[in-house]
C-alpha cells in the first residue's frame, strides 16, 4: 500500500511540474485559428491503452492549446458510441515520447481511465475544469 501512494504523490508532482501555472489570460481557441494535426500511432496506442473494456479510438487529431503551454488536446471518436472524446496532454501529437495524458472531461472519464485519478485543485484538475467546450467545438471540425 505504502508504494502506492509514492506513486500517486509522484504522479502529483509530475502534473505540477510538466503543466505548471502557465496560463494565459483569457485566450480562447478558435476554430478558424486552429491547425489541425494528425496524432500518431505512439500516442494514440496510450489513449487505447487506458479505454475501459471494448471502448477504442481508431484516429484522432489534436490542437494545442492557447490556455496553457506544453498542452495539446486531443480530439477521437470513442467506439462504439460515437462520442466525441477530449483528452490533454503534454505529449506532442507525433512523438514516440511519453508524458501526462488525461481525459479533458466528464463525459471522456465515461470511457477513459485516463486521469481518473488527478486530484482537485490540481494543475491538471484546472486543465480538465477549465472548460473545454472551445476545444471540443474545434476538435470536431478537425480533418487531419
Known amino acids: 500500500m ?5 506513486k500517486v504523490a509522484v504522479a502529483i508532482a509530475s502534473t505540477l511540474a510538466v503543466l505548471g501555472t502557465a496560463q494565459t489570460s483569457g485566450a480562447t481557441q478558435s476554430s478558424s485559428t486552429t491547425r489541425c494535426v494528425a496524432v500518431g500511432p505512439s500516442l494514440l496506442s496510450r489513449i487505447n491503452a487506458g479505454m475501459k473494456g471494448r471502448y477504442r479510438v481508431r484516429s484522432a487529431w489534436a490542437i494545442r492549446s492557447s490556455d496553457f ?68 467545438d474545434a476538435l470536431t471540425h478537425c480533418k487531419p
Do not use: C, E, F, M
Open 69 to 136: 503551454t506544453k498542452v495539446w488536446y486531443v480530439g477521437g471518436v470513442i467506439r462504439p458510441g460515437g462520442l466525441v472524446g477530449v483528452w490533454a496532454t503534454n505529449v506532442p501529437p507525433r512523438s514516440a515520447g511519453y508524458g501526462l495524458i488525461i481525459a479533458a472531461d466528464k463525459d471522456t472519464l465515461r470511457y477513459s481511465v485516463l486521469g481518473a485519478a488527478t486530484q482537485s485543485g490540481s494543475a491538471a484538475a484546472a486543465v480538465r475544469d477549465k472548460g473545454n467546450d472551445d476545444y471540443l
Open 2 to 6: 505504502r508504494g502506492r501512494h509514492i
